[in-house]
């Protein structure tokens, strides 16, 4: 298990070796980066693939959490393992980990694969009573909740063994490290800096997604030039669990564009 010390925090990631353009894979709120292993498995290409457990998630230390400092912990270490020119995907705040990269290391990225997020997500008022619920309460007393919001009823009701086990990677989160990245995502508003990229991009949303509704990932894609948006049909937050194939095919795609 590869750990680096950037700055303040000690951070776990995973890198397999290959050729051409190398694919960069960032997570969600509340996961690790295990939520990409069933899409890396599918995809039929051998370039160099990054995985990250962000700060405050995995096995990764908090430290102090901004947006910033999450785009800059991404930079960091692909500076350190030698990798640019990535295709970067990223899910939920790791799509806007995405989008800050490209804005401020447009040398590390050759192109964007942004699924279920937004350049703003949410408001003040909604997460700041999220982090009181963490912190009084814990991950758990919003679990069900939140879990409503990342998975569509057919992946609840057919799936259950793993939507147990994506509950335990979601309590098992450091209420810090949770209540830190919500608090990164609230300050954040993308929306200028994410309209200026030029790079080709596409844009995922899931039918069935609560906590980044299509029209939102759509506002994103508009906001992009030349970046085309795909919904997939009876899903939620998280495609790269409930359709890892759809996912993986979407990034083979892309890669293939910029190879």
């Known amino acids: 298990m590869p750990f680096i010390k950037f700055k303040d925090v ?16 960032l997570n969600s709120l509340g996961t690790d980066f295990r939520i990409w292993d069933n899409v890396i498995t599918r995809l039929d290409v051998n370039p160099a ?15 102090t959490i901004t947006m910033d400092l999450l785009v800059s912990d991404v930079a960091g270490l692909m500076d ?12 939920s705040v790791g799509g806007m980990i995405a989008q800050g990269l490209a804005n401020q290391r447009p040398d590390l990225v050759s192109g964007l694969m942004l699924c279920n997020t937004g350049a703003k997500i949410g408001d003040e008022e909604g997460w700041n009573a999220r982090i009181d619920a963490v912190n009084k309460g814990g991950i758990s007393s919003i679990a069900d909740t ?9 992946f609840r009701m057919s799936q259950a063994d793993e939507f147990a086990g ?7 989160t450091p209420a810090s490290g949770y209540a830190g990245v919500s608090a990164a995502i609230r300050d954040a508003n993308l929306t200028d800096s994410t309209a200026k990229l030029r790079l080709p991009t596409i844009c995922i949303a899931g039918s069935e997604d609560m906590a980044t509704p299509p029209d939102l990932v759509h506002s994103l894609s508009n906001l992009i030039s030349g970046s085309t948006y795909e919904l997939i049909d009876g899903v939620g937050h998280l495609p790269c669990i409930e359709v890892p194939q759809t996912v993986a095919e979407h990034i083979k795609n892309l890669h293939a564009r910029l190879t």
């Open 10 to 25: 000690t951070l776990h990631y995973h890198l397999t070796g290959g050729d051409g353009v190398p694919i960069v894979f």
């Open 166 to 172: 994506y509950r335990n990677m979601l309590t098992r």
């Open 146 to 154: 939140i879990l409503e919001r990342w998975f569509s009823t057919r």
């Open 49 to 63: 693939i990054l995985t990250i457990d962000k700060r405050g998630h995995g096995l990764s230390d908090d430290g």
């Open 80 to 91: 350190h393992l030698g990798l640019s020119g990535a295709l970067v995907c990223g899910v």
